[in-house]
């Protein structure tokens, strides 16, 4: 599922690279504890900047997507989903700070003119 890393390095040296199998160890640290990514720094896991590079990647390469079909689809097969009974929550976003200040109207001030017109 991921593709093979190729040296770029115009003379083949360069920092060695951190193991795929250790940077998905730190990006599902981060995805399960909601931490930051430099806060994998401190977790000995691997290095915050590298996890977050190689999760834009992989994401943009479509492995987290494809992670998710492979997992349903062997999940489907060894117990068996019940797909008839679907739900999706659309409010799950936080409101909007504006939200509460719509319905306020602002007061006026006090005028000698009649309303009447």
């Known amino acids: ?20 199998r250790q940077v998905m160890d730190g990006i599902f640290f981060v995805l399960r ?7 994998l720094d401190g977790t000995g896991i691997c290095d915050g900047s590298t996890a977050h590079r190689r999760f834009q990647q992989w994401r943009e390469a479509g492995l987290f997507e494809a992670l998710r079909e492979r997992a349903l689809r062997d999940y489907d097969e060894q117990v068996g989903i019940d797909w008839s009974w679907l739900s999706i929550d659309g409010s799950m976003g936080k409101a ?3 939200a509460g200040r719509q319905g306020a109207t602002q007061p006026t001030a006090a005028s000698s003119a009649s309303s009447e017109a």
């Open 1 to 20: 599922m991921i593709a093979e890393h190729v040296n770029s390095h115009r003379f083949g040296g360069g920092r060695p690279r951190v193991a795929d």
């Open 33 to 39: 504890t909601g931490c930051q990514w430099r806060a």
């Open 96 to 98: 909007r700070w504006e």
